[in-house]
Nanobody
Framework: QVQLVESGGGLVQPGGSLRLACAASGGTFGNYALGWFRQAHGSEHDFVSAIAASGIMKSYADSVKGRFTILRDNAKNTVYLQMSSLKPEDTAVYYC???????????????WGQGTQVTVSA
């Protein structure tokens, strides 16, 4: 059983940056692909980014490509989402997830964190 805890959310102005972190415990971190999803009020969980267990393969939603970067540190059992040039439409609860493969569908992920709120507003 893998436990995931997100941190780093908050309020930021448009054009600003935030770095989200997701710390894992209770499993073999290096065996899992890791993903970030987000849920805006009243919407579904939308794929944001994912990284393979090896850290080599990465995937990004078109809406964040070039602005967000996903990284993982297997020594610290942590995955990061570096977000820059933030826009109001990036406002959402951000969730990290651990799963079997780099995938854009949440059904490929077996473990989920509780989420961290990101609000982009002037």
């Amino acid at each position: 059983q893998v436990q995931l805890v997100e941190s780093g959310g908050g309020l930021v102005q448009p054009g600003g940056s935030l770095r989200l972190a997701c710390a894992a415990s209770g499993g073999t971190f290096g065996n899992y692909a890791l993903g970030w999803f987000r849920q805006a009020h009243g919407s579904e969980h939308d794929f944001v980014s994912a990284i393979a267990a090896s850290g080599i393969m990465k995937s990004y939603a078109d809406s964040v490509k070039g602005r967000f970067t996903i990284l993982r540190d297997n020594a610290k059992n942590t995955v990061y989402l570096q977000m820059s040039s933030l826009k109001p439409e990036d406002t959402a609860v951000y969730y990290c997830a651990a799963g079997r493969a780099v995938a854009r569908s949440g059904s490929w992920y077996d473990y989920w964190g509780q989420g961290t709120q990101v609000t982009v507003s002037a």
